[in-house]
């Protein structure tokens, strides 16, 4: 999961209003992949695009079922700021989305979750771990979420892919660089032959 600044219940005009970061900028995720772990991080910008652009939703838990608002209905706020990608969600009138919120002021849920498709990224190694640097990405979704388990969501399996495709990147290119180290050694062994067959002429 990516991290988050803060989830809160607030009031606009007597009504409930659900505000928070759902992603904080040049701050480092949890560590994710599993067996194969990587971290992420998000740069500034990297939302702007996509909120002028994208039909985006705020989801209960990242399910379809549950929409709590969408900002081309007016009900979800997003925005860059210094901190990160500010979320400001009104919530439908309705029981579910009721016992949502009082669960958020109780402090059951403070977390929230994104759901997003890479657009522009860099992988490294820094200090041993693999890592992913998030310059621009397609937002689908923000959520409240009762657990942050990002590796289990759609977004988690293509993070896993793309994260596949890095390391397979890199061990092709071992294998090639392995592969002319050989070759660079065969050469010069040949070389090395050939001279003390003319030396010994």
Known sequence: MLPMKELRISENDGSAVIEGHAAVFDSWSET???IFP???IVRQ???NESIGRDDIRALFNHDPNYVLGRNRAGTLELVEDEVGLRVRISPPETSWARDVQTSIRRGDITQMSIGFMVEDDEWRTE???DVRELRKVKLFDV???TFPAYTATDVGVRAMQEYEGYKAEQRRQTEEAAQAAAQKAREQEKLKRLKTKIKNL
């Open 45 to 47: 910008g990297a939302f």
């Open 127 to 129: 200090n041993g771990m």
């Open 32 to 34: 994710l992949g599993g």
């Open 38 to 40: 990587f971290k992420e």
């Open 143 to 145: 959520s409240p979420v």
